[in-house]
């Protein structure tokens, strides 16, 4: 286990290709983080392990991913008093609206913020906006990713058509 700012959890291999989107937003603003598949029913010692490492190591946010059931997000929230973020992962029976509310629904004192079905850059935008509290550095990278932001849709309005006659 390496000394991470941010960890990463989801419950399959199969939520990789949406929380790779996580992973390259930490990259884009310089933020180790390590990415693991632990599951909430399947590996729960291994997944309190993890936690209780982490916390031990220095790791300040969690980010977890899981579909279906989706106690992952749960099940880090009840073993550390860090902030977690949930990320629902789309479903095939229900399209994610399962894994949206058993992440929302936490009960009083076991607080998991919540990102949209798939919105693991959100989750790690978050994340960023968290660490940035206490780092003027990261700050002043989340106010120019902004500031690009608005260039960018500024740019596109101005390449819109602006009416027909």
């Not at 960890?7 to 390590?34: C, H, N, R, T």
Request: glycine share 8%; charged share 20%; hydrophobic share 45%.
């Amino acid at each position: 286990m390496q000394r991470t700012q941010v960890a990463i959890l989801m419950g399959s291999d199969s939520d990789y290709p949406v929380m790779q989107k996580a992973e390259s937003i930490l990259e884009e603003f310089d933020i180790d983080f390590e990415t693991r598949v632990l599951s909430a029913h399947r590996t729960p010692k291994q997944t309190i392990q993890f936690i209780s490492d982490s916390v031990k190591l220095g790791t300040k946010v969690f980010i977890a991913g899981a579909g279906g059931a989706a106690h992952l997000p749960g099940i880090v929230a009840a073993h550390t008093e860090l902030p977690v973020i949930g990320v629902p992962i789309l479903g095939k029976s229900t399209n994610g609206l399962d894994s949206l509310l058993s992440i929302v629904q936490m009960p009083p004192g076991v607080p998991v913020a919540t990102v949209s079905i798939d919105g693991a850059k959100n989750a790690a935008l978050l994340a960023v906006q968290i660490l940035a509290v206490s780092d003027a550095g990261l700050k002043k990278k989340l106010i120019a990713y902004r500031k690009n932001m608005e260039k960018e849709v500024l740019k596109k309005d101005k390449n819109l058509p602006r009416s027909k006659k």
